[in-house]
């Protein structure tokens, strides 16, 4: 807390002092930590809507930061007849990937960059481990990629192409174009913090059909945001 007992959200580290200290409880913390059970319970709530197209998906973030909760959860859905859905960066072991898979349904791969540098300034890790991943995963899970496609930094003819060329060396069907929103923009000033990508726009029509049609030229079935 700030001498006026402000919050400095630029400094926030977690700590939950000031719920503790706040007198009207005002501040108050969101999240709780939960159970596998305690999902399944949720999860379960819907069953009867799922269908033969519906079923679990576990986003985030990154879920494979808490692996065996994922793990997990995963299996306890697919003993309850539940299909699964791993939307992932690829930046794990494989060996966490290998133990989990065949609880799974289908993965949703992110793939941001071909060249190494380029997607470390992006993302500060290498995307090595990312590819390599992508190739065993797609061998032992139906896997649909995704682009996110963002205006200088990815959307180039020379990425695009390179991206394609990629995945025409495994075994994938989909490839989903996600274009750059600004959606989450408000977000930010609502916690006070700056974003991290004021420079950036969104992306126009125009591009995000190029990039559509050069995978679709080299045989992938592609959407733009998923939608058919």
């Given at each position: 807390m700030m001498p006026d007992n402000k919050v400095n959200r630029q400094k926030c580290v977690?700590?939950?002092?000031?719920?503790?200290?706040?007198p009207y409880s005002a501040f108050k913390q969101a999240g709780r930590v939960i159970t596998i059970d305690e999902v399944m319970k949720e999860v379960e709530k819907d069953k009867p809507f799922y269908g033969s197209d519906g079923g679990l998906t576990i986003s985030g973030g990154e879920p494979l930061y808490q692996p065996d909760f994922t793990r997990g959860l995963l299996k306890k859905s697919k003993e309850k007849g539940i299909s699964t859905v791993l939307d992932t960066t690829g930046y794990a072991k494989w060996e966490v990937y290998d133990d989990l898979l065949g609880f799974t349904d289908m993965v949703l791969l992110d793939i941001k960059h071909m060249d190494p540098a380029k997607h470390l300034e992006g993302t500060g890790v290498s995307n090595k481990i990312i590819l390599e991943n992508a190739k065993l995963i797609a061998e032992k899970c139906k896997t649909r990629i995704s682009i996110p496609l963002i205006p200088g930094y990815n959307n180039t003819l020379e990425n695009l192409i390179a991206t394609a060329e990629f995945l025409k060396t495994i075994s994938i069907e989909?490839?989903?174009?996600?274009?750059?929103?600004s959606l989450g923009s408000s977000k930010y000033e609502y916690l006070g913090?700056?974003?991290p990508y004021p420079k950036i726009g969104e992306i126009n029509k125009e591009e995000v059909v190029r990039a559509r049609d050069i995978f679709t030229k080299y045989g992938f079935k592609t959407t733009i945001g998923r939608m058919m």
């Open positions: 977690l700590c939950m002092k000031c719920v503790e200290v706040c989909w490839v989903d174009i996600l274009p750059l929103h913090l700056a974003s």
